[in-house]
Structure formats: structure tokens, C-alpha cells
């Protein structure tokens, strides 16, 4: 699995058409928007007429605000969960991240960088949408600090750089229940 802070590219790789099928042996997908690809075996089921191909699946569809101003990481992970059949919205600092909050009522998850540039951090962040909506799932990631999950706040999860985008998948999914 490639980490979700790496960002590799290949001419030989391609991306499934929606809808389409594809093999095992093709299961790389190509980003739309940064030239990444990754091995989402898991993310693929059996067609239904179990002839060996796979075909991509959705889990629960959330509607995610990524908060991260490295952009390629930010597009990245708006690809893959985008292809997974989540909607992604994105922010480049926390001040935008609350913009978009203040237009979008439908905001199941917060996915948050800890170090950011702007008038707050991620864990600052966290607490003002904690404050102003206790329902949203919080995911606070960061390759420079450790947190404690024990500290966390309910409905909250802490996933340290690097980490694979099955993790990230499933930690959604998992505040989504």
C-alpha cells in the first residue's frame, strides 16, 4: 500500500472508467488530478457473475472536508476518496475549512492536518467544530506530533503521517457507524 503523503506517477497506469471492471492484475488506479496511483485491492469485489474480475465498491458515502495545505497530499486524498464514492470537499487552511462549514450543513467528517498555516492549527480547529457541531467525525492527522487517542474527544480519531489510505478509509467508516 502506498502511504497517503507519497505521490508517485506512470505512464503505464490508467484510471477505471465508472463503472467499468477491471482485474486484479489492474487494480492500480491513477489520481485525476496529481498523476498518483495506489493498490486499492481492497477497495474491489467480485462481479456478480464471479468470473475472477473486480469492480469498485463504495462503504458508507460521507461527505469529507480534507484540511491540508500541502496540496499534492490535499489532492491525493481527495482522489482516493473521491473513488471510493465519498464527496470530498477541500481547504487549504483552517479559516477556509470554517468558510466552507458555514456553507455546508451536510459535513459527516473533518479531516484535519495538525500544522497549517492561518490564524489556527488543526487541533484548534478541531475544537471550534467540536464546539459549533458535536456530531462531526473528527480525524486529526500530522507527521510532526503524537496525540494521545485517550485525549481525544468523542466521535475523534488520530492517524500519524504516513499512513495508508485503507487506514484512512477505514477510520472514516468507523466514525460513520
Not at 470554517?98 to 489556527?120: E, P, Y
Amino acid at each position: 500500500m502506498v502511504p497517503a503523503a507519497s505521490v508517485r506517477s506512470s505512464p503505464n497506469c490508467r484510471e477505471p472508467q465508472a463503472g467499468s471492471t477491471t482485474s486484479v492484475d489492474d487494480a492500480f488506479f491513477l489520481g485525476k488530478r496529481t498523476g498518483t496511483f495506489a493498490w486499492r485491492k481492497d477497495l474491489f469485489e467480485s462481479d456478480s457473475a464471479g468470473k475472477g474480475r473486480m469492480q469498485m465498491v463504495a462503504s458508507n458515502s460521507a461527505v469529507v472536508l480534507i484540511v491540508e495545505d500541502e496540496p499534492l497530499i490535499r489532492f491525493n486524498i481527495l482522489d482516493v476518496l473521491e473513488d471510493v464514492g465519498h464527496v470530498a470537499l477541500e481547504a487549504a487552511s483552517a479559516d477556509e475549512a470554517l468558510v466552507v462549514l458555514k456553507g455546508r450543513q451536510d459535513v459527516d467528517i473533518l479531516f484535519t492536518d495538525v500544522n497549517m498555516a492561518g490564524s489556527m492549527d488543526g487541533i484548534q480547529l478541531a475544537r471550534r467544530v467540536r464546539a459549533m457541531r458535536p456530531n462531526i467525525g473528527i480525524i486529526i492527522t500530522s507527521g510532526m506530533v503524537r496525540l494521545d487517542p485517550l485525549a481525544l474527544p468523542a466521535n475523534a480519531a488520530f492517524l500519524p503521517k504516513p499512513y495508508l489510505h485503507d487506514t484512512l478509509i477505514t477510520t472514516i467508516d468507523s466514525l460513520m457507524a
